[in-house]
């Protein structure tokens, strides 16, 4: 049964250019307002004010129709009548029992379901929520210069306030909860869509790498660690791979693609937590071994280079094997990042003139 209900309240309409939101909403307050104007009329009858019954039927029939709107696919006229229902009857209430009834104070929800179902302009909002002032104000004035119809005794005044109180507070409590959860969700959809796209920014789309771009933003915050003092030195290599030219122009690009994604795997199944490895351009990959000197260094791409000696990629009906040359250097804070990099490089460079397959350091 509970799980009917929740599906009758958050039955989404069919029309793709209005919101389940509102719809919810005006369930939700029609739902509460219903439950309310039986628990009155519940209390007329058992104090035996019979004759205050009939107007708790006329109410509770008109939020059965409110409800009943919000699945005709017509959200505005769905708001439109909630809010001519609630004036309506709260208007009729104090005219009827006077100030002491209690009524008016549902004005507040009118101004909660103003804010949060209206699809007008934020400075209509305002207005209608100056509008809900006035009216309370009028009320109260009118409720002062007249006497109403129907004197409602002490006790039950009390009661009619205890109704209310809980009321308004149920419908308020509500309507902000299914409005503040959209909010939220909407919020953290939004979130996790900026991370992916920051995460798409900053890795390589072909290997899953950090990119040239992440890397010089890591390098900001390593020299950043220096300066602090959380890290005594860092090593970089860059490592390119031997032949790449000649894998593409035999086997084709799609080859050569598959070389790459295989050696970034590998890269990622050995390299250590603190340290990173990036796709610096083309078939250069960048290493970074933070807070390691270049011995320690020497010693991981030592290791790495005889794995990837070993390693024979499948593509169709051949066996690929390919190495890779390293220029290995300690990072040099004082000279910045291009100065480091470019020893690196020159050292690569070496290794490439010296028969390729090497870590020159």
């Keep these: ?48 004010r019979l004759e205050l019954v009939f107007w708790c039927v006329p109410c509770f029939c008109a939020f059965v129709a409110a409800f009943y709107t919000t699945y005709l696919n017509k959200t505005r006229l769905a ?67 007249n006497v109403p119809h129907c004197v409602l005794g002490t006790g039950f005044s009390a009661t009619f306030q205890v109704i209310n109180t809980v009321f308004i507070f149920l419908a308020i409590a509500l309507i902000l909860t299914v409005f503040s959860r959209d909010s939220q969700e909407m919020e953290y959809k939004l979130m996790q869509y900026n991370e992916k796209l920051q995460e798409q920014a900053s890795l390589d789309p072909l290997t899953g790498l950090r990119n040239r771009r992440s890397m010089n933003e890591y390098f900001e915050k390593v020299s950043e660690d220096y300066a602090k003092g959380k890290m005594e030195n860092m090593s970089i290599a860059i ?51 933070y807070n390691r000197n270049g011995d320690e260094a020497l010693v991981f791409l030592s290791s790495l280079r005889e794995k990837l000696k070993k390693m024979r990629i499948p593509y169709k009906e051949n066996i690929i094997a390919v190495t890779m040359t390293f220029g290995l250097c300690e990072f ?22 010296s028969g390729r397959d090497r870590i020159v350091y």
């Excluded at 008016?104 to 305002?126: A, D, G, M």
């Design 239 to 289: 490592g390119d791979i031997d032949f790449f030219k000649r894998v593409n122009d035999t086997y084709g690009h799609e080859c050569g693609d598959l070389v790459l994604r295989n050696l970034a795997e590998i890269f990622k199944e050995n390299i250590e937590k603190r340290d990173v490895v990036s796709r610096w351009g083309g078939e250069e990959f960048l290493f970074v071994f």
């Design 332 to 353: 040099d804070f004082r000279q910045g990042v291009d100065y480091s990099v470019n020893e690196a490089d020159e050292k690569l460079y070496r290794g490439k003139e």
């Design 79 to 145: 708001v439109m009548v909630s809010f001519v229902i609630m004036v309506c009857w709260v208007v009729g209430f104090v005219w009827e029992f006077g100030w002491n009834c209690g009524a008016q104070h549902f004005i507040f929800v009118l101004v909660v379901l103003c804010f949060t179902v209206s699809y007008v302009k934020i400075r209509w909002k305002v207005a209608m929520a100056a509008a809900a002032c006035i009216l309370r104000l009028l009320l109260y004035a009118y409720t002062t210069l």
């Design 1 to 48: 049964m509970i799980q009917n209900l929740k599906r009758i309240i958050f039955q989404d309409v069919q029309n793709e250019n209005e919101t389940k939101k509102v719809s919810v909403i005006l369930r939700l307050n029609a739902i509460t307002m219903c439950i309310y104007f039986l628990c009155l009329l519940c209390s007329f009858f058992f104090t035996g």
